[in-house]
């Protein structure tokens, strides 16, 4: 995908209108898809059920947001991976993932990752101190979120990392998680239709291929929750998945 827009914050609603038309070309999403199965292919391991109630949902028509750790930019295509396996196979191409701007800038990546349904978020740090760009922050942080409860009340799977940025330094450790996880649960028309699927991820670092292990707990339904009770027990479960990651990497 070629960007006739100017990524910057201030052309945020031709971004998300160019972002929500936008068709991926079936073959390069084929390929992409099979290329990260082949390099980030995950030693995955289901808690208590967890792969029948993702499957039974997703062939119920239900959606799910996949709510992973984040400590690396081998994150992304782990994720991609991860719909290579039978559990994740109805999320194969029909799963939006915002991923910071910068990403698409980059030469090949940036033309790429959009077949991948990959679609722009702007952090703090694309913002200044000023009256105005606060302002601005506030309105693109709003539209993003539309376009993620539209995307998933269309239909759409959505993944995403709930703490918000990268935890390199003791990524054993969540960190606190952003609200936007909540917001977008809570604000599709039907709550009970999505399910939220939390994970673990680690990487053996000691072989060749960094082959991730990816830890699946229980998934929740968000219906019923308030904002603060579904971050905490959402976090709960994250750690609890990063936990045993972690553990299986190292011992």
């Known amino acids: 995908m070629k960007n006739s827009i100017s990524l910057k914050p201030q052309n945020y609603e031709q971004i998300y209108k160019q972002y929500d038309k936008f068709e991926p070309n079936p073959l390069v999403q084929k390929l992409g898809f099979l290329a990260m ?28 947001i996949l709510a992973p750790n984040h400590q690396s930019n081998a994150d992304i295509p782990t994720i991609a991976a991860l719909a290579h396996t039978e559990t994740f196979d109805k999320i194969r191409g029909n799963t939006i993932i915002p991923s910071k701007v910068d990403m698409f800038k980059w030469p090949i990546v940036g033309r790429f990752i959009p077949h991948m349904q990959a679609h722009p978020t702007f952090r703090s740090k694309d913002f200044d101190d000023s009256q105005y760009s606060q302002r601005l922050k506030n309105e693109v942080t709003e539209s993003l979120m539309r376009f993620n409860i539209h995307k998933i009340n269309q239909g759409s799977n959505m993944a995403m990392f709930p703490e918000g940025t990268r935890n390199t330094k003791n990524p054993r450790d969540i960190q606190p998680l952003k609200s936007g996880l909540a917001r977008i649960a809570l604000g599709v028309d039907n709550p009970k239709n999505l399910l939220i699927v939390p994970l673990g991820f680690a990487y053996k670092k000691d072989k060749a291929k960094r082959q991730p292990v990816a830890v699946c707990p229980s998934p929740i339904s968000p219906a019923g929750f308030n904002t603060e009770d579904l971050l905490h027990v959402t976090r709960a479960l994250m750690q609890e998945a990063a936990t045993e990651a972690f553990d299986r990497v190292e011992n």
């Open 37 to 64: 199965h082949k390099l980030y292919e995950s030693d995955l391991h289901f808690k208590n059920g967890s792969d029948e109630i993702i499957q039974n949902h997703l062939n119920n028509g239900g959606s799910i």
